[in-house]
């Protein structure tokens, strides 16, 4: 590893930026390097145009994509490798507005349903139940259930928690989860019992239980639109469910309240669509492993 490229990690490390964004900034920066063959430090503003216009153009990144990018450049050149003329020349693309993908509450059932394995099967109902994001979900501990507020203490983007609503349907689920797999550390461990589960393990699950199921694209992050847009019919106020969801900036018409013409009963909790099967209650809840008594 360079000094520069280290340097750019510790600057990133300085400010608390998380794991996940230290490894795609340092990979866009790489990328920018390994393009021109020349040492980022090496470059002016015109080749890092160029190299934007190549993004778009050639390797057809998308807006999400090119955005991260800019920003990693932006870090560099401001921290790291100070350049003012280079981050003037460094400009955000505007995202188009879609609307997210939503599928009915039967549709969800069919899917949670047909998934086979236990494990993914309940990091899926949490995340559908609770709205979280699947990084969210799969770093998830028994001290963060809180049965007796009814709430789960979440750690999300920008190491800001929040407090999100326990229904008691997923209590009960995760109560009887429990003595079944029997985690340690982690709520969804993986083949690694001291490693979380793999995000890349529950989208392949979920790309199989839709084609098995023969339903349309169901992802996490479907889920998670599920969660608001059921929640937003059920009449939960929009700025409600943004703060839920961990979105930083509450105001304006979320996609949610896009994709949904009228609002239906009202309600204060997202449950599963799936009625769960009645079990001795046990272990999760209390912030600690159930008792053998």
């Known amino acids: 590893m360079t000094p520069l490229r280290q340097r750019f990690i510790e600057d990133l490390q300085l400010r608390n930026r998380s ?5 795609a900034y340092v990979y866009h920066v790489r ?6 063959k020349q040492s980022p430090e090496q470059l002016g503003d015109d080749q890092i145009h160029r190299y934007l216009l190549h993004l778009l153009h050639h390797k057809q990144a998308s807006w999400s994509s090119y955005n991260q990018a800019v920003a990693a450049l932006r870090f560099f050149y401001r921290v790291t490798y100070p350049s003012d003329t280079v981050v003037t020349r460094l400009p955000y693309g505007k995202r188009p507005k879609r609307l997210p993908a939503v599928r009915s ?3 969800v059932a069919l899917f949670l349903d047909t998934v086979r394995d236990r494990i993914i099967q309940m990091v899926l109902r949490t995340i559908y139940a ?16 809180d049965s007796s507020r009814m709430v789960v203490r979440v750690l999300g983007k920008g190491q800001k928690e929040r407090l999100v609503p326990l229904s008691p349907q997923l209590l009960e689920e995760l109560r009887a989860y429990w003595p079944e797999t029997r985690p340690t550390q982690w709520m ?3 083949k690694d019992s001291h490693q979380p589960l793999n995000a890349a393990t529950v989208q392949k699950a979920c790309k199989r239980a839709c ?3 023969g339903l349309p694209r169901i992802t996490p992050h479907t889920l998670r639109h599920c969660n608001a847009t059921h929640l937003l019919e059920a009449g939960v106020d929009t700025r409600t469910i943004q703060a839920l969801l961990g979105h930083h900036r509450i105001g304006g018409r979320s996609g949610q309240d896009r994709a949904t013409p009228c609002p239906a009963r009202p309600s ?26």
Do not use: D, M, N
Not at 19 to 23: F, L, Q, V
Not at 280 to 288: I, L, P, T
């Open 211 to 213: 084609r098995e199921a």
């Open 105 to 107: 509450p039967q549709q």
């Open 188 to 190: 969804f461990p993986g």
């Open 19 to 23: 794991p996940k964004t230290i490894e």
């Open 31 to 36: 990328e920018l390097a390994r393009y021109f």
């Open 268 to 293: 204060t909790r997202p449950v599963l669509a799936v009625e769960p099967q009645r079990r001795e209650k046990e272990g999760v809840g209390e912030g600690r492993p159930p008792s053998r008594g």
């Open 130 to 145: 609770t709205g979280l994001r699947i990084s969210e979900a799969l770093h998830l501990t028994a001290a963060q259930i």
